[in-house]
C-alpha cells in the first residue's frame, strides 16, 4: 500500500492541489473569483463537473446490468433438471447404494457385541427409510424446491420482469442523466411546441408529415461554465451524493444477483451429494453430517422466497407512497434541497433526476429497505434451516417411537421365544455345541436393545417430583408408565395418591407393563404383594431384600386384605423368626441391620410389620420370645436391647409379662456385693 | 421441625402414640438419632444388662427407659426413679444400672442430651480421678534416716 502510494506520489499531490484549489476557488466566492478569472476556473469546473458525471453513468449502468442479472438468475427455476445435477446424482446414488452391504455388515457386528447404538432395532429401520429415501431423493429435493419456487411466485406478480419492475419503482430509470438519454444525433420537426426527438430521418419524416424534418442536429454538449459559481458547488456536491446512493443501489442488486447465484450453485452442489446425505443419516455417528447437509439445503431453498417477499413488501409499500395512496413521510425534511435544485438546474439536464427532493427520499426508502430485506431473508433462511432441522430431528425421532412401539408390543413374546431356545438348548444339550450355543444371542441382543430404549425414557422422568410423575402417569405411554412406575419404586414412593389419578390398580397394572422391559423387579420389590399368590415368589424377593432397599418397601404390601400381601407377611415372619436351613433357604436372610434400619428409615413400614409380625409372632409370649432367641439370637438380642422401643413402643408384651412377679430381680452374685467397685467396674468394661 | 418426608413416612403409622413419638424422634439431634436404632447401641445395652444381671423383662424396660431419656421424654434426673420402676430393681442397682448405661450410651452425645434436658452438667462428665496414695512430705526438718 504504501509502496503504491509512494508510486502515485505526483498523482496524489495533483489531485490534492486541485481539491484545495477547487475549494479555495468556490469558496473566495463568485466576485472574487471573476477577478481572477482567466479561463482556469471555467476548465476545473468542466474537469470536476465532467467526472462526477461520468462516476454517476458508469454506476447507473452497472445497476440497471446487476438488477438484470438477478431477474435472470431468478428466472433459472428449472434446478433440478440441469445436466451436471442429473449425471452427479445418478453416479452418487449408485455408488451409496453399494454402501448398503457396508451399514448391513456394521449392524450384524454391532448386534452380536451388544452395542445397541448400531444394533438391529436402532438401524434397521432407519437403514430401510434410508434405502427408499436416498433413490428418491432427487424427487423429494425437487419438491422442496418447486415448493420454494411457488411461495417465491406467490410474491412476484410476473416473474418475467420483477427486478425491472422494482429498479422501475425505485427511479432508476431517473438516475440516467436525462442528457445521457439523449441520442448522439436526433431528427426534430421544426415546428414550435413539439420537441419530440426522433433518432433517424426516415421515422421524423413519417411523423412530421406536414412540418419540415429537421436534422441531424448533435445535442449541444454540455457547457459547466454556464453554471453560476454560488451554484456550481451545490450541483456538484448533489451529484457526489448521488454517486453514493446509486453506489448503495449497485451494491444491493450486485448482493442481490449474487446471493442469487451462490443459491443456485449450492443447490446443485447439495442436491449431488443428497444420496451420501442421506446415507449419512443412518449411522449416529454421521449423522451430523446429514443434518449439516438438510440445514444448508433448507437455508438456501428458502432464501429466494424470504428475499422476494420482503422486496416485494418494499416495492409495493414504495409504490403507494408514490402513489400517493400511503401518507408521505418526510415530505419536509428536505427543504433546502429544493432551494438548491431548481427547476434551472434539472431543466439545464445535468442533475439526475433522483435528486430532486421528492425522488431523493423515495430512492433513499428504497435503499435502505432491500438491505434490510436483504439481511432479514438471510436471517429467515438460516432460521428456516434451524428449524427445519429441529422439526426433521423430532420427525425422526417420532418415528423412531413408534416403529420401537409397534416391536415393543411383541417383546414379552420375544422374550419367551428367547427363554424357550435357551431352555430347548440346554434340555437337548446342544447349549455346549460351539455355535448353536448363541442361537439365543439375537433374542438376547433383543431385549438388551429393548432395555437401552427403556433406559432413555426412565431418564427423562428421573428429575421430576414424585407427584409430578404420579399426576403423568395416566397420560403417559405404556413405556412411560413403566418408567414412571419403576422410578417411583427406585424411590420408595410407589403409593397410590387419588388426588392425583394415581390409582392401586395403576400400580398393579404397572407390574404387567415394567415386565416387558424387564424392569418390574425394582415395583416388586416396593411391592412384593402384587407377585400374587406365590409364596415362594415373595420369599425370594424378601430375602433378597437388602437393609437399605427396605426404605422402598411399601407398608401396603402388610396391609393382609390379599393373599399376596397374607404371604409377604409370612415371609417377613419367616424371614425374622426363621434359620436358613437347606429346605428353607429363602428364610432367615434378614438380619437385625434390617430391623435398625427400618426403624430409622421407613417407619411407617416397620410400625406395620411390628404390628403384623414383631407383636403377633415374636413377643406376643414368653415361649415364643424363647423360640425366637434360639433360632434367632441377634433378632433377639437386638429387640431386646434397642433402645429405640421408646419410640414404636414395646408396651404390649412387658404388660403381659409384668402381670407376672419378676422372677429374678438382680443376680444372686452381684446382688450380694450391692455394688461394684470401680476396678470391679474397669475390669467389666475391659471384658 | 419434621420434614415433608419424615411426616409422609410416619402417615400409615395408626397409634397416634407412636406417631408422635416418631415426629419428636425426627426432631432430635443427627448425632442422637444415629444412635437410637443403631445396632451398636442394642448391642451395648444388652451387655450392660448381662453384666447387671438383668433378666429378658428388666432387659426391655432397661432398653425403654434409656430410649425416653434421649427421645427426651424422661428427664436425666428421674433415669434411676424409672429403672426402678420399670426394672422392679432397689435403689443401689438402679443407680449401677444407670452409670453403667450412661457411661455406655449417654456419655458419647452428652452435649445433645444437656440440650434436650436442659441441665448444665451431664452425670459423671467428669470421671472422678483415682486418688493417689501419697507418702509422708519430706520437709527439711525431719530427718531422713534412709539417707542417714
Known amino acids: 500500500m504504501l509502496n503504491f502510494l509512494k508510486g502515485k506520489k505526483s498523482l496524489i499531490s495533483f489531485c490534492l492541489i486541485l481539491a484545495i484549489s477547487s475549494l479555495a476557488i468556490f469558496s473566495l466566492g463568485v466576485n472574487e473569483a471573476k477577478a481572477v478569472d482567466l479561463g482556469i476556473v471555467d476548465g476545473l469546473k468542466s474537469l470536476l463537473g465532467g467526472a462526477l458525471l461520468s462516476i454517476q453513468e458508469i454506476i447507473g449502468g452497472l445497476v440497471s446490468w446487476f438488477a438484470g442479472l438477478a431477474q435472470g438468475i431468478l428466472g433459472y427455476t428449472d434446478i433440478k433438471n440441469a445436466q451436471m445435477v442429473k449425471d452427479g446424482w445418478k453416479i452418487l446414488r449408485d455408488l451409496v447404494n453399494m454402501f448398503f452391504v457396508l451399514v448391513l455388515l456394521i449392524i450384524a457386528f454391532a448386534t452380536i457385541l451388544r452395542f445397541e447404538t448400531y444394533g438391529i432395532k436402532t438401524l434397521l429401520p432407519k437403514l430401510i427409510i434410508a434405502a427408499l429415501l436416498i433413490n428418491f431423493s432427487l424427487v423429494l429435493a425437487g419438491v422442496v424446491i418447486d415448493f420454494s419456487g411457488v411461495l417465491t411466485n406467490f410474491f412476484i406478480q410476473d416473474s418475467t420482469s420483477f427486478f425491472d419492475n422494482i429498479a422501475g419503482s425505485m427511479g432508476l430509470a431517473k438516475l440516467q442523466l436525462t442528457n445521457a438519454e439523449q441520442p448522439s444525433e436526433y431528427w426534430d420537426c421544426d415546428d414550435v411546441g413539439d420537441d419530440y426527438k426522433y433518432t433517424n430521418e426516415a421515422s421524423c419524416i413519417a411523423s412530421c408529415f406536414l412540418r419540415t424534418c429537421s436534422g441531424p442536429i448533435t445535442p449541444p454538449a454540455f457547457d459547466w461554465s454556464e453554471i453560476p459559481g454560488d451554484k456550481f458547488w451545490k450541483v456538484a456536491a448533489s451529484l457526489f451524493l448521488s454517486i453514493i446512493f446509486t453506489t448503495i443501489a449497485a451494491f444491493v442488486f450486485a448482493a442481490l444477483a449474487f446471493l442469487l447465484l451462490v443459491r443456485l450453485i449450492v443447490i446443485w452442489f447439495l442436491l449431488i451429494l443428497a444420496p451420501l446425505a442421506w446415507f449419512f443419516w443412518i449411522l449416529p455417528s454421521t449423522k451430523h453430517l446429514f443434518e449439516q447437509w438438510w440445514k444448508a439445503f433448507i437455508k438456501w431453498v428458502f432464501f429466494a422466497p424470504a428475499a422476494i417477499f420482503f422486496i416485494w413488501l418494499s416495492v409495493s409499500s414504495w409504490v403507494k407512497f408514490i402513489s400517493g395512496a400511503a401518507p408521505s413521510i418526510g415530505g419536509e425534511i428536505i427543504p433546502g434541497m429544493k432551494e438548491v435544485i431548481t427547476d434551472e438546474i434539472t431543466q439545464a439536464k445535468i442533475m439526475p433526476q433522483v435528486m430532486l427532493p421528492e425522488n431523493f427520499i423515495q430512492f433513499l426508502l428504497a435503499c435502505g429497505m432491500l438491505i434490510g430485506s436483504l439481511i432479514v431473508a438471510q436471517k429467515i433462511g438460516i432460521t428456516f434451516a434451524d428449524s427445519a432441522v429441529s422439526l426433521s430431528k423430532k420427525a425422526a425421532g417420532g418415528v423412531g417411537k413408534w416403529t420401537g412401539r409397534k416391536m415393543l408390543v411383541n417383546m414379552p413374546t420375544v422374550e419367551k421365544i428367547g427363554n424357550k431356545v435357551r431352555q430347548g438348548l440346554a434340555a437337548t444339550r446342544l447349549d455346549r455345541v460351539p455355535i448353536i450355543k448363541h442361537a439365543d444371542r439375537p433374542f438376547q441382543a433383543y431385549e438388551g436393545m429393548n432395555k437401552a430404549n427403556f433406559a432413555k425414557e426412565e431418564e427423562k422422568y428421573k428429575n421430576r417430583t414424585s407427584d409430578n410423575l404420579k399426576a403423568t402417569y395416566r397420560t403417559a405411554d405404556t ?56 409364596y415362594e415368589a415373595i420369599a425370594k424377593i424378601i430375602s433378597g431384600i437388602t437393609p437399605g432397599n427396605l426404605e422402598k418397601m411399601q407398608a401396603e404390601a402388610l396391609n393382609g386384605e390379599t393373599q399376596g400381601s397374607k404371604h409377604v407377611i409370612a415371609a417377613i415372619k419367616n424371614q425374622l423368626t426363621q434359620r436358613t436351613t437347606e429346605k428353607n433357604p429363602n428364610h432367615g436372610k434378614w438380619k437385625s441391620n434390617h430391623l435398625s434400619k427400618l426403624a430409622d428409615l421407613n417407619p411407617n413400614l416397620f410400625f406395620k410389620i411390628k404390628s403384623e409380625v414383631i407383636d403377633k409372632e415374636i413377643i406376643s409370649s414368653e415361649e415364643q420370645w424363647k423360640k425366637v432367641s434360639q433360632e434367632r439370637p441377634d433378632i433377639a438380642k437386638y429387640l431386646g436391647g434397642d433402645a429405640g422401643k421408646a419410640v414404636y413402643g414395646e408396651e404390649v408384651w412387658m404388660e403381659d409379662r409384668q402381670k407376672k412377679e419378676p422372677e429374678i430381680v438382680m443376680n444372686t452374685s452381684t446382688i450380694g456385693k450391692g455394688k461394684f467397685s470401680d476396678e470391679e467396674r474397669a475390669k467389666m468394661l475391659k471384658t | 421441625m419434621p420434614t415433608l418426608a419424615q411426616i409422609k413416612s410416619v402417615q400409615g403409622i395408626t397409634n397416634p402414640l407412636v406417631k408422635q413419638k416418631y415426629l419428636r424422634y425426627f426432631q432430635l439431634p443427627q448425632d442422637i438419632r444415629q444412635i437410637f436404632f443403631a445396632l451398636e447401641t442394642a448391642d451395648q445395652i444388652y451387655n450392660v444388662a448381662k453384666r447387671n444381671g438383668l433378666n429378658d423383662n428388666q432387659l426391655w424396660g432397661a432398653s425403654y427407659t434409656a430410649g425416653l431419656i434421649l427421645l427426651g421424654e424422661i428427664n436425666i434426673i428421674n433415669f434411676v426413679k424409672a429403672l426402678q420402676e420399670k426394672c422392679k430393681l432397689r435403689e443401689e442397682p438402679a443407680r449401677q444400672l444407670a452409670r453403667d448405661i450412661n457411661q455406655a450410651i449417654f456419655l458419647p452425645v452428652k452435649e445433645s442430651l444437656k440440650q434436650i434436658h436442659k441441665v448444665p452438667e451431664w452425670p459423671r462428665e467428669r470421671e472422678p480421678e483415682p486418688q493417689q496414695t501419697k507418702g509422708p512430705q519430706i520437709n527439711g526438718n525431719v530427718v531422713d534416716l534412709k539417707r542417714e
Do not use: C, M, W
Open chain 1, 479 to 534: 413405556q412411560g408408565k413403566a418408567a414412571i412406575a419403576s422410578a417411583l419404586a427406585t424411590r420408595g414412593d410407589l403409593e397410590a395418591n387419588d388426588k392425583l389419578g394415581f390409582r392401586e390398580s395403576d400400580i398393579t397394572k404397572s407390574v404387567k407393563l415394567a415386565e416387558r422391559y424387564g424392569k418390574h423387579k425394582d415395583i416388586l420389590k416396593a411391592r412384593p404383594d402384587l407377585v400374587g399368590d406365590d
